[in-house]
């Protein structure tokens, strides 16, 4: 029997690769020495699958130039740059790779809000020297600090509970009241204004579009951090670079930004922040078990059975 046609959007790691390339006829998109649409349109009509990654999704021109798609398989938990509500109308099943990232997303945002607080990036530069100075500038304490966690989804409970274990004074805003004994404070504003540190980890949709605005900055104030795992959609970043520049909050740490990986240049001039690659998920046990997860949806969707993590 034929294998299924699949379109690939983005690089896979080799333990994604070889077993996708075995189960199925692999177009590699982003490797094609011709342009999209000469490829598209040679293809197009054959392909059952297309793989991506959260961030990239699938751009609305190639969804849109595959008629005969079943299935679109996301590397990676968001599900923010898939059009659902194409895919629904069409019948195209959607799956994502949630849980087993969950722990990776928030060891880094607990990691970079210590790093940022602590000055940990910065203090490294000091020891290499030259160490001239006798001590480096004092800076702010973590254990005990008032949190607030914007978006309270499997990501934001997992921050919660490692932040519990600091004695941190946690809150969140959430669409509802979890009654989990955390404080529910559902106005972002406000849930700002009695926090040192805001973690976003909202999921990225119409309604959290900028949910991190010049007023949610202005209530962080000048001793706030702001922590972005989430999509660099969800904070207004002109504001965001003119509240650090301005002084308006202390510092960000972030893992998303737009336009990535061009970052906006006046990031790489600022003192107060704490720049990461979009990696939260990016280490080899959680990124096997992500490929894995991918694979036993493509596999459960081409043997018609039920699918292990359906978006859609
Ligand atoms: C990526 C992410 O998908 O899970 C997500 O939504 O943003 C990341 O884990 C990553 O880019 C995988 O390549």
């Not at 297309?50 to 996301?74: K, Y």
């Not at 849930?191 to 900028?210: C, D, K, M, P």
């Not at 080899?284 to 018609?304: D, I, P, S, V, Y």
Request: glycine fraction near 8%; include cysteine; aromatic fraction near 4%.
């Amino acid at each position: 029997m034929s294998k299924p046609v699949l379109l690939q959007l983005c690089p896979f790691p080799d333990w994604v690769q070889a077993p996708l390339a075995q189960t199925h006829e692999v177009i590699p998109l982003h490797m094609s020495p011709l342009s999209d649409a000469k490829l598209l349109a040679d293809i197009a009509p054959r392909v059952r699958a297309i793989a991506t990654h959260g961030g990239l999704g699938v751009p609305s021109e190639i969804l849109a130039a595959c008629p005969a798609v079943e299935i679109v398989a996301i590397f990676g938990v968001g599900y923010d740059a898939v059009d659902l509500q194409a895919c629904r109308a069409r019948g195209i099943r959607v799956t994502n790779t949630p849980d087993v990232l969950t722990e990776d997303c928030a060891d880094l945002a607990v990691g970079m809000l210590i790093a940022l607080a602590r000055g940990i990036v910065k203090a490294e530069a000091f020891a290499r020297g030259p160490w001239t100075r006798a001590s480096f500038p004092l800076q702010r304490r973590v254990s005990g600090m008032r949190v607030g966690i914007l978006g309270l989804g499997r990501i934001g409970v997992a921050v919660a509970e490692r932040l519990a274990g600091f004695g941190c004074d946690i809150a969140y805003s959430a669409r509802s009241d979890r009654g989990n004994g955390l404080a529910f404070v559902p106005d972002p504003v406000e849930l700002a204004a009695r926090s040192e540190a805001l973690i976003v980890t909202a999921l990225s949709n119409a309604e959290t579009r900028h949910i991190v605005d010049a007023r949610v900055l202005q209530a962080l104030g000048p001793r706030g951090f702001l922590i972005n795992i989430s999509r660099a959609a969800c904070i207004d970043e002109a504001a965001l670079l003119t509240a650090l520049e301005t002084g308006a909050i202390a510092g960000a740490a972030l893992d998303v930004f737009e336009g990535e990986p061009n970052l906006d240049p006046r990031f790489l001039a600022l003192p107060n922040v704490v720049l990461q690659p979009h990696h939260a998920s990016a280490t080899t046990e959680t990124r096997q078990a992500m490929g894995a997860l991918m694979l036993a949806n493509l596999a459960a969707h081409f043997a018609g059975a039920s699918l292990p993590t359906p978006v859609v």
